[in-house]
């Protein structure tokens, strides 16, 4: 299989079932953030962290493919009834998202309480983390808007957003793990 097809030379691309769509839909930009979001957490992936949070980064991972094959999907092509070809698309289930939950309780009960923002930083892999952060809430922000229009498995929705909490949460252990400075954002007192 060759990796250069061509069809997408006049700006448009296929969604899984076939369906065509400019390279610029919501669609697209919905998952192509879940893959730029892949891409940073394997650059986590690849520091020295604990073999724990290594093995449940690469477990979001495989979920993001899932994810990104979710909002890939054309919703009509999706839901085919008896008869036609019906896609069969992997799902996000509430275990996916208790794992993070459990993970991210676990990770707090062993840190500081938060009592203000932090600004990020203090660690090249600390940074790495808020970048994927922001890239995930980019992600979320996208994935509700197409949901406005094209409702998928809302605990698609749930994942995200779960996963950007927990990208922080791991960010504040890394912070811990490798003893950088949390900076606390305190606001100017205007007088």
């Not at 085919?80 to 509430?94: C, Y």
């Not at 991210?104 to 600004?119: E, G, N, R, S, V």
């Not at 809302?154 to 912070?175: C, G, M």
Request: glycine share 6%; with cysteine.
């Amino acid at each position: 299989m060759k990796i250069y097809t061509k069809t997408g030379d006049n700006g448009t691309t296929s969604l899984f079932g076939g369906t065509r769509v400019p390279k610029h839909h919501i669609r697209i930009e919905s998952y192509g953030t879940i893959d730029e979001l892949n891409s940073w957490l394997g650059l986590i992936r690849d520091q020295k962290i604990d073999a724990h949070s290594k093995k449940i980064v690469i477990s979001v991972q495989e979920k993001l493919f899932t994810v990104g094959a979710i909002l890939a999907t054309d919703p009509e092509k999706a839901t085919l009834k008896s008869g036609k070809e019906r896609l069969n698309i992997s799902k996000i289930d509430t275990a996916d998202i208790e794992l993070l939950e459990k993970e991210m309780d676990k990770m707090d009960a062993q840190l500081p309480q938060m009592t203000h923002f932090i600004l990020p930083g203090g660690h090249t892999t600390v940074s790495y983390c808020h970048i994927a952060r922001t890239i995930c809430r980019r992600a979320e922000r996208l994935a509700a808007h197409l949901f406005e229009s094209e409702p998928f498995d809302e605990r698609v929705l749930h994942y995200i957003n779960r996963l950007s909490d927990y990208l922080f949460v791991l960010a504040r252990k890394l912070s811990s793990d490798f003893q950088a400075e949390e900076i606390k954002w305190i606001p100017e007192k205007k007088d």
